[in-house]
């Protein structure tokens, strides 16, 4: 593998800090920077990705209600 400049490797950090909050998941940003696997770029960003879980918690509630109300409609 190429070793990368101090530049470089500054601004692949930069896009990756761009990427991830427009909403790049991980596999996204796995394929951007070439990684060879999820895990390798978890490693090294996922304290980037934020925890999610309250944002997944009401969509989940949002879809339970809509089947709900597509259920009373038939």
């Known amino acids: 593998m190429l070793a990368l400049s101090d530049r470089s490797l500054a601004l692949t950090a930069t896009v990756v800090r761009a990427a991830i909050p427009a909403g790049a998941d991980v596999k996204v940003v796995q394929q951007m920077l070439g990684h060879a696997s999820a895990g390798m770029t ?33």
Do not use: C, I, P, W
């Open 42 to 74: 978890l490693d090294v960003y996922g304290h980037l990705f934020q925890d999610r879980l309250d944002e997944v918690a009401t969509a989940l509630d949002v879809a339970r209600e809509a089947a709900r109300k597509r259920r009373e409609n038939q």
